[in-house]
């Protein structure tokens, strides 16, 4: 089976341009969750959906910072516009159920960020 | 989500020795993961604790559940270089700990 498939891998992008990150969970999968890791933070939840419906956001960064999950197949993390800081590994993460009563996690390979 | 901390942050072994990671919590968990990330890679599930004073083994890794439900360990037994990574304990799969970096000396 598939893991859970992010692009891009990796990313350059100038500060001021908008970024989009895309994520394909498992099948089957009813639970995803973008995670952003850095040095200094490690590794963070900024935001996780169920069936679709965005559960917590409380993690997002700011207002530069949208998720959308249209579809049990497919999600986006939006920043717009990007600053240097939002430099970072973007791990999606995909699982049956959530919290106390979910399944385990399954990461994607992650999007390297870098704003410059 | 639940707040945990482990401790230590890093951990420089020797090959061929033990050590130990905790991971502490405030409150009552209903369940403990443990994952691993290699450097460059994405973390990967190890193990699942949610009864109290639980233990499992896996190979050279022994997990252990608190009895209180409030802390948890991962013991590593004669490291080897494939052990190097960074640790993590999950609290109820949402909140995660800051982990522990390993590093390894032939």
């Known amino acids: 089976d598939a893991g859970v498939i992010q692009s891009p891998r990796h990313e350059v992008t100038e500060m001021g341009q908008e970024v989009t990150l895309r994520c394909k969970p498992i099948s089957g999968h009813n639970s995803l969750f973008w995670y952003r890791q850095t040095m200094m933070r490690g590794l963070e939840l900024l935001i996780y959906?169920?069936?679709?419906?965005?559960?917590?956001d409380s993690g997002m960064p700011e207002d530069r910072f949208s998720a959308k999950m249209p579809n049990a197949s497919f999600s986006t993390l939006k920043i717009q516009p990007s600053e240097p800081r939002d430099s970072a590994v973007y791990f999606c993460a995909s699982s049956f159920g959530v919290g106390q009563t979910g399944n385990t996690i399954y990461f994607g390979e992650g999007s390297w960020l870098t704003v410059v | 989500g639940q707040q945990v901390m482990q401790i230590p942050q890093y951990q420089h072994v020797q090959e061929g020795e033990d050590f130990t990671t905790y991971c502490n919590s405030s409150t009552t968990l209903s369940n403990i993961q443990w994952y691993k990330q290699r450097p460059g890679g994405h973390p990967v599930f190890l193990i699942q604790l949610v009864k109290s004073g639980e233990v499992k083994k896996q190979k050279r890794l022994t997990f252990q559940f608190g009895e209180a439900k409030k802390n948890s360990s991962l013991h590593i037994t004669a490291t080897q270089t494939t052990d190097v990574g960074t640790y993590f304990c999950a609290a109820d799969k949402l909140s995660f700990g800051a982990g522990t970096t390993v590093t390894v000396r032939a």
């Open positions: 959906f169920n069936n679709n419906v965005p559960i917590d």
